[in-house]
C-alpha cells in the first residue's frame, strides 16, 4: 500500500466507524420510541419491553467502543436479525414507519460494519488485494 492510500482508508475507517456508533445508538433510540407508543400509558412493562428489544444490540456495547473487530463480525450476524425484524414489521401497515425506520438503520449499521472490517483488514495486511 502506497502512501497516498492510506489517507483515504484511514478516512474511510473514521467514516465507517461514525456510522457504526451512530446508527447503534439511533437503534436503541429507536426501540425505546417503540416501546413507549406500545402502551397507552407509562407503566413498567415499558422498560421491560425495552430490554427485550435491545438486549442483543446491547450484549455488543463495549464492542462498539473498545472497536473489537472480532466482536463487530458477531454484531453483524445479530444486525441481520433486526433488518429481519425490520422487514417483518415495514409490511405491517400499523408499524410501517417504525419497520422501515429499523430497517434503513439496521441496513446502514451492517454496511458500516462491513466497510470498517475490510478497511481495518486492509490497514493491518496490506497484501490484501481489492476484490
Known amino acids: 500500500?502506497?502512501?497516498?492510500?492510506?489517507?483515504?482508508?484511514?478516512?474511510?475507517?473514521?467514516?465507517?466507524?461514525?456510522?457504526?456508533v451512530g446508527s447503534y445508538y439511533a437503534l436503541l433510540v429507536l426501540?425505546?420510541?417503540?416501546?413507549?407508543s406500545a402502551l397507552d400509558q407509562l407503566s413498567p412493562a415499558i422498560p421491560v419491553i425495552w430490554l427485550l428489544q435491545s438486549a442483543p444490540l446491547l450484549g455488543f456495547f463495549r464492542t462498539i467502543h473498545h472497536k473489537k473487530t472480532q466482536q463487530f463480525i458477531?454484531?453483524?450476524?445479530?444486525?441481520?436479525?433486526?433488518?429481519m425484524h425490520g422487514v417483518l414489521v415495514a409490511f405491517d401497515p400499523a408499524g410501517r414507519i417504525a419497520g422501515t425506520a429499523e430497517l434503513g438503520l439496521s441496513v446502514l449499521l451492517f454496511c458500516a460494519l462491513l466497510t470498517y472490517?475490510?478497511?481495518?483488514?486492509?490497514l493491518r495486511n496490506p497484501s490484501v488485494t481489492n476484490p
Open 31 to 36: 426501540f425505546l420510541v417503540n416501546s413507549l
Open 1 to 20: 500500500m502506497s502512501e497516498g492510500d492510506s489517507a483515504p482508508t484511514i478516512r474511510a475507517t473514521k467514516l465507517s466507524y461514525r456510522c457504526i
Open 117 to 122: 472490517l475490510r478497511v481495518t483488514q486492509k
Open 74 to 83: 458477531w454484531l453483524s450476524m445479530v444486525v441481520l436479525l433486526y433488518f
